[in-house]
């Protein structure tokens, strides 16, 4: 390697650096020093300000690259977490349904303003013509499907003050006590239904729900076993059988 002289100083030939012209050796890259004839200072300053310039670039190279990384590394956390979502990983998990939860033949979802609008229109004809046991127990009925659990027990009540032997009126109030987490007069209802049925298949179902919902257990398969005895073929029987499997 060797050195340009420029009057009295040396240009190294490898960094550019301008050096004192006795050197030997570059003050910056300490390369050894020649003196052989100088080209001009301005070029020698120019090519040292170019490997700068590529030094700085190199530099910002490294940083954009490293950004670039960076980006790509969290594009492809937040895919992956979308493709998760999606495929449903992190669905939420409902909880199960256990044998005292909801086991009677209807489900209650709840009230809807068509129902509302119903149960006004009947409310309206009873209040009117109170001797309409008909349109009462309609009324009754409907505010038990919408989780109206008192009032359906109310007009239910009302209803077996003149009809006191329909059995089925008396089990589905025991559904609405039920409902209501009142599990002895649940009990107390669906069991003065079979005094007047005492086959009441679905009667003898629900005691069984019900006094495994209060925590008697062997009370609850008795109940199963006279469901199934009554018609093990039918489906409160079948549910029975399964029920007393289960339990």
Not at 42 to 50: A, E, G, R, T
Not at 63 to 73: A, D, G, Q, V
Not at 96 to 125: C, P, R
Request: neutral net charge; glycine residues 6%; charged residues 25%.
């Amino acid at each position: 390697m060797g050195s340009k002289k420029n009057n009295n100083l040396i240009v190294c030939d490898v960094c550019g650096e301008l050096n004192e012209s006795n050197a030997k050796f570059c003050k910056s890259c300490g390369n050894r020093l020649t003196k052989t004839p100088a080209e001009k200072t301005d070029k020698s300053q120019k090519i040292k300000k170019v490997k700068s310039a590529n030094s700085v670039d190199a530099a910002a190279r490294r940083i954009f690259s490293t950004t670039n990384l960076i980006y790509l590394t969290f594009s492809l956390i937040l895919i992956g977490g979308v493709i998760l979502f999606t495929s449903g990983t992190f669905d939420t998990v409902e909880p199960g349904v256990t044998a005292g939860s909801d086991q009677f033949s209807e489900i209650h979802k709840g009230i809807d303003l068509s129902s509302l609008n119903e149960i006004k229109n009947l409310q309206s004809v009873v209040d009117k013509n109170p001797d309409d046991y008909d349109t009462l127990l309609k009324l009754a009925h409907l505010q038990n499907d919408s989780g109206l659990y008192d009032a359906a027990i109310k007009n239910y009540l009302k209803y077996l003050t003149k009809f006191p032997a329909n059995a089925d009126v008396r089990v589905d109030m025991g559904v609405c006590y039920y409902q209501l987490g009142n599990y002895t007069e649940a009990i107390n209802a669906m069991e003065e239904a079979l005094k007047y049925q005492p086959k009441h298949q679905i009667a003898n179902l629900n005691l069984g729900i019900v006094n495994m919902a209060a925590g008697n257990h062997d009370k609850a398969l008795e109940w199963w076993k006279k469901a199934v005895d009554i018609d093990p073929n039918s489906e409160p029987g079948k549910r029975a059988a399964e029920l007393l499997k289960s339990h």
